[in-house]
């Protein structure tokens, strides 16, 4: 199995930096609320979609369909950008955009919130422009250490992918498994 966990911080336009420390992982925050809002219309954890046979979209039998800005490679490297929209009954559920220039953008129905490149500090900016910044050295200390840090974890088995985030209440928000 390869496990690839895509530590995602978040930068954007807008006023100073607040602190991103163990206290605002804790608390109900932008990521959190804005995951949140994607939870209703995610497949069940236990499901698996299919993929077409070019690779470029996964649907589920309960409807969902993940459709994939470039095809999927079977198994995807480690450095894959993974650019999708899940559909979901009558409109878009969630959409996730790892362009070129580092960042990751993640948007459900409650917004946007842009994570900067990897590496450094850790930031993260909210749907309305609020921007948090802190040490990922200090961030991995805190008590649930990386796991309530905001991230996409990716696993690939074979021809099977399945993306998750990290950083929210409880245990991961499984967004797909596709096989």
Known sequence: MRMAALALGLTACGAGAGSLDCAWLS?????????????????DAGDTGTFAADRASCTYTAGAQI???????????SSQRWNFTMLSGAGGCIKLEQPADGNSRVTTQAGTVVLGPPGGDEVVTCP??????????????????????PSAAISAIGSTVSLSFRGVAGEPLHVFTCR
């Open 67 to 77: 459709v994939f800005t470039d095809p999927v490679p079977a198994p995807p490297p």
């Open 27 to 43: 608390e109900q925050n932008c990521w959190k609320t804005t995951l949140a809002a994607a939870s209703s219309c995610l497949p």
């Open 128 to 149: 309305d422009g609020t921007r948090y910044q802190g040490s990922a050295n200090s961030l991995s200390a805190c008590p649930g250490g990386t796991d309530l840090v």
